[in-house]
């Protein structure tokens, strides 16, 4: 299918949108899923199958972002800050080397995954200050 040029222009906008909307639910989710994992630290009774889950579909927001942004850059030949970039394969990264520390420090997993999540949130935070 090729698109034309309004066609084209409306296309690349819509991306542009889901990149903008995505990046606040990436940072959202992440947030939210460290601190459910920090509080979980101390709280047993938060220890759920679902906080897994969540943290999950928190990180694979991230992996959207980067593709987005890939297809953008690369698809439609617009120009994205060096740091912007950088954060975002910083993030994609620490998802895994997080994943890759589960099993070594199982007994402080819910802390590693907390504030990992928090360091997700803020490297999402950073790559929206470099790009403003």
């Keep these: 299918m090729v698109l034309r ?34 509080v979980a630290h101390w709280r047993p009774r938060l220890r759920t199958r679902s906080l897994w889950w969540f943290t999950v579909a ?11 942004g890939v297809a953008m850059v690369a698809g439609e030949d617009r120009q994205a800050e060096q740091f912007h970039m950088f954060y975002g394969f910083v993030a994609l990264a620490s998802v895994g080397i997080l994943y890759s520390y589960r099993q070594q420090l199982e007994r402080w997993r819910y802390l590693l995954y ?16 470099v790009r403003a």
């Design 58 to 68: 928190a990180e694979v927001a991230i992996f959207a972002q980067v593709g987005l």
């Design 114 to 129: 907390g504030f990992g999540g928090l360091f997700l949130m803020g490297l999402g935070l950073r790559a929206i200050a």
């Design 5 to 38: 040029g309004g066609d084209r222009r409306e296309a690349s906008l819509i991306l542009l949108d889901l990149h903008v909307v995505g990046a606040w639910i990436a940072i959202v989710a992440n947030a939210l899923a460290g601190l459910w994992a920090l």
